[in-house]
Structure formats: structure tokens, C-alpha cells
């Protein structure tokens, strides 16, 4: 079965502060994302990679970064947390595929989730 | 874009019925995909079909494609009350990687 795992479950930080959001899975995917979700907007795409050290932004960039240094391993990074990055923060995985018109994602594995509160 | 939507917002439904959701989106796409997550949780994907796919089936689970309409369906067959949960039809096209996802439809299936 594929994991993919997720550093916390739930965090609470204080505005300003540096947060670290890590993603783990050990399916060997090229792929590699993360999206938050709010009440009302559904998913929404941050960052993905689709290689070590490689990233494309999202819908939804402003206010984050990423880093890809291992294959397995996606690291989300609020530089200086604000209490409109209050949500859940979700990773996923997955293999790439390259078609003929361009590239696609396979299935997604998603993390468990992790519950953000910037107070 | 791809943005499109899945409908209803929410259906409610009794233990035993079949519930229908639906999933629209305007541009061309490679693959579609339906996930299911549960409150608070993260999504777990259920049936991924192709666009040159028009029908796939997994258990009580049936997903079809009408790309002329650009629009999808999942049957949920024989409904339980642990298939309560938000579903969600995410929509992988173009020349990137990564799937565009509608704000999802609540199933609440009452025992």
C-alpha cells in the first residue's frame, strides 16, 4: 500500500512565525503536492514538483514555498504565518505520466491531513 | 482553466438507495478521477477513468464519462451509512500534472 505521511496532524503557531509542514511517501513518485482546503473553496493547489528540486506554482502560491531536496520527501514553508493561512494543509503523490499532448498526473495519494491554526 | 464543478452540493439520502453525483468541467482532460473524504481527514481515491474510457466499475461503485458534455458521474449503488462523506471529482488535463478539484458533494446516508 502506498503512504504517504504527513509531520503533524494538528499545529498551532503564532503570527510571524516560520512554519515547516513536511510530506513523506515511499512509492518512488515523481510527482509530489500540496493543496489547502477551506470551507466553501474546496481544494485548492499551492506547489507541486514533478522532480528533485523541481517546482511549479499553483493557484495559490502567495505566502509559501517549497522544498523537494529528496525524492520521497515535500517541504511546505510559510516564511511568516498569517491567520489567513488557517486551514488544513493536505499533501499528495504521484506517478507521472507523459502523453503525447503534454503530461498528466496518475491517481493521488493523500496524506492524512494537517490542521493549521495561526493565532 | 479547468474549473468546474461537482452537483449537488449536497444530497441526503436513506440507507439503501443509490446516490448520483455529479461532475462538470470546461476544457479538454487527459483523465478524471473521484476521491471520497471522510470529516477531517484526507481524500482517498476511489476510480480513476480516461478519456477514452466511458465506463468504470469497482464494487458498489459505478463512474461514467460523456466527454461530448464534459461531464462525469459517480453511482454509489446499495448505499451504507458509512459511505457518508464528500466526494470529489478531480480533473487532469492539458500539458501539467496536476489535477483542478470542484468543492466536492456531501453524501449523508441516513440508517
Known amino acids: 500500500d502506498v503512504k504517504v505521511t504527513q509531520s503533524s496532524r494538528y499545529l498551532v503557531k503564532r503570527t510571524g512565525e516560520k512554519v515547516f509542514l513536511e510530506c513523506v511517501q515511499d512509492?518512488?513518485?515523481?510527482?509530489m503536492f500540496w493543496y489547502r482546503q477551506d470551507p466553501g473553496l474546496g481544494l485548492r493547489l499551492i506547489y507541486f514538483?514533478?522532480?528533485?528540486?523541481?517546482?511549479e506554482k499553483g493557484d495559490i502560491p502567495e505566502g509559501y514555498s517549497v522544498s523537494r531536496e529528496k525524492k520521497e520527501r515535500f517541504s511546505l514553508i510559510l516564511e511568516s504565518a498569517s491567520t489567513n493561512q488557517t486551514s488544513m494543509y493536505l499533501c499528495a503523490s504521484s506517478f507521472l505520466f507523459r502523453l503525447a499532448g503534454g503530461r498528466s498526473t496518475d491517481t493521488q495519494y493523500f496524506g492524512p491531513g494537517t490542521r493549521l491554526t495561526v493565532l | 482553466s479547468q474549473q468546474g464543478e461537482e452537483d449537488p452540493q449536497a444530497l441526503s439520502i436513506q440507507e439503501g438507495e443509490n446516490a448520483t453525483m455529479n461532475c462538470s468541467y470546461k476544457t479538454s482532460i487527459n483523465n478524471l478521477q473521484w476521491y471520497r473524504q471522510n470529516s477531517g481527514r484526507g481524500l482517498v481515491h476511489l476510480i480513476l477513468?480516461?478519456?477514452?474510457?466511458r465506463e468504470k466499475h469497482s464494487g458498489r461503485l459505478r463512474v461514467t464519462l460523456d466527454t461530448s458534455k464534459k461531464s462525469s458521474s459517480l453511482l454509489i449503488t446499495a448505499s451504507r451509512a458509512a459511505d457518508t462523506a464528500s466526494y470529489f471529482c478531480?480533473?487532469?488535463?492539458?500539458?501539467?500534472?496536476?489535477?483542478?478539484f470542484g468543492k466536492g458533494t456531501l453524501l449523508t446516508v441516513n440508517p
Open positions: 514538483s514533478y522532480d528533485v528540486k523541481m517546482k
Open positions: 478531480g480533473r487532469s488535463g492539458g500539458s501539467n500534472y496536476k489535477l483542478t
Open positions: 512509492m518512488d513518485h515523481e510527482n
Open positions: 477513468i480516461r478519456s477514452n474510457e
